[in-house]
């Protein structure tokens, strides 16, 4: 579910995500440097799973779409006494590993 909105972000060229609780929903607004739009919300019940999803990809740091290594940097603020959670999203210049691997050669 995290992994969709960030593939949308990355989509339309943005540059981070921001999921901010307000009016009983949980709104993901993707951002270039500080020009934001709406990707998308949810329930709270719904959103459950996608912060599952945040907290696993924290401890990795790293993640893979559309064949490119991006690394994610997680910060949160407080905002009118609600948490807001920000991913940063950063391409790397490390290769996916699956393209790197040589092929064999046939004799």
Same mark, same amino acid.
Do not use: N, P, Y
């Given at each position: 579910?995290?992994?969709e909105f960030l593939e949308k972000a990355v989509a339309t060229g943005c540059d981070s995500i921001e999921i901010e609780y307000k009016d009983g929903k949980e709104w993901v607004t993707?951002?270039?440097d #500080?020009?934001?739009y709406g990707i998308g919300h949810l329930d709270p019940?719904?959103?459950k799973p996608?912060?599952?999803e945040?907290?696993?990809l924290n401890r990795e740091k790293e993640v893979t779409i559309g064949g490119v290594r991006y690394r994610l940097a997680f910060s949160r603020y407080e905002s009118f006494g609600e948490w807001v959670y #920000?991913?940063?999203i950063k391409r790397t210049n490390r290769a996916v590993a699956?393209?790197?691997r040589r092929r064999p050669r046939r004799s």
């Open positions: 579910m995290l992994i993707a951002f270039w #500080r020009v934001g019940d719904e959103a996608m912060f599952k945040m907290d696993d #920000r991913i940063q699956a393209s790197q």
